[in-house]
């Protein structure tokens, strides 16, 4: 029997996420694909390496399934929405922010793009699940955009104007919208209608159809060059593994446990964690002001996600 996620949603979970490891742990993993895609992103072009990170994790989600006998989806519509939640969250989201970075655009103009998120998804959340988004966690999600743009301010090129884009630039900041768009409707997606589905057969039907996704557009768009170095090999190990699976695995357990809005701030952790690691791994610069944005957007995640009564 099919069941019915409508009238099985979790009650949001209004305490602090910050009270266990998990959000600590999913924001540390998510930062390091940042660093990943950056080590291996000059071995191969875009969508031919996410073909294949997102197919060699596919393929071990499938087989930890079926080695465990886990419930599959066994309806056309909870195989549809395990297929647009991975078209979404890993395909259209992952999809367009390696096009657009391989393309020109900075990595910070897709990483203030993308940041939107929690923005995002506190305009719209109330009109799917009416949930309540308080005055002080809009002002916890102010304060954590603010703090990104001030991490990453140094690393901002606006070197274009609207008027001034050439069609490379346009498609670009395309494509970190698509990104946006993709990310945002995809967690509110996999709330809505994936809640109660067993989180390791969905991913591996949700990380084939990105597989897909990623297959035709490589064959469109590319050569499918890849030069085999150990850098790209570290790198699509990690990204296969850790992120494709067991980053966006627990990315589906705090959405089942927490409000969207606490969740989704979870994300602005992310650009000043990553602006560590860079720090630290590639020497990259921190600046004064990137520095005080990454107290900032501590400060607005903690109000975010804090209770209240």
């Given at each position: ?6 009238d ?18 999913f924001?540390?993993?998510w ?34 399934g ?104 346009a ?33 591996a ?11 035709i ?74 520095l ?11 109000l975010?996600t804090?209770?209240?009564?």
């Open positions: 029997m099919t069941p019915n996620n409508s099985h949603r979790p009650q949001a979970d209004t305490t602090s996420l910050w009270r266990d490891p998990l959000p600590a742990v924001v540390f993993l930062s390091t694909g940042f660093i990943g895609a950056k080590l291996g992103a000059p071995y191969s072009e875009p969508f031919t390496f996410l073909a294949i990170r997102f197919g060699m994790a596919a393929l071990l989600m499938a087989i930890i079926l080695a465990l006998n886990v419930q599959w989806p066994n309806t056309l519509p909870r195989i549809f929405h395990a297929i647009m939640v991975g078209i979404l969250i890993h395909g259209m989201y992952l999809g367009g922010v390696f096009w657009a970075i391989d393309n020109g655009i900075s990595a910070g103009i897709s990483a203030l793009i993308v940041s939107m998120q929690p923005l995002f998804t506190g305009i719209i959340v109330g009109a799917l699940f009416g949930e309540h988004v308080p005055a002080k966690r809009w002002l916890g999600l102010g304060l954590g955009f603010l703090g990104v743009i001030m991490v990453i301010w140094q690393s901002l090129d606006f070197g274009f104007t609207l008027d001034g884009m050439n069609s490379i630039e498609a670009g900041i395309g494509a970190c919208i698509l990104s946006l768009i993709g990310i945002t409707t995809g967690t509110l997606y996999q709330r809505r209608f994936c809640i109660n589905e067993d989180l390791r057969a969905h991913q039907i949700q990380l084939g159809s990105a597989t897909i996704a990623m297959i557009l490589s064959f469109a768009l590319e050569t499918q060059t890849i030069k085999w170095e150990i850098p790209f090999i570290v790198a699509l190990i990690w990204l296969s593994l850790i992120m494709s699976v067991g980053t966006f695995t627990l990315l589906y357990v705090l959405i089942r446990r927490g409000s969207a809005t606490q969740i989704t701030s979870l994300f602005y952790m992310v650009p000043p964690l990553t602006a560590l690691m860079a720090y630290f791994l590639f020497d990259e610069t921190l600046s004064t002001l990137a005080a944005g990454m107290v900032v957007t501590v400060s607005g995640v903690a975010a804090r209770k209240y009564v």
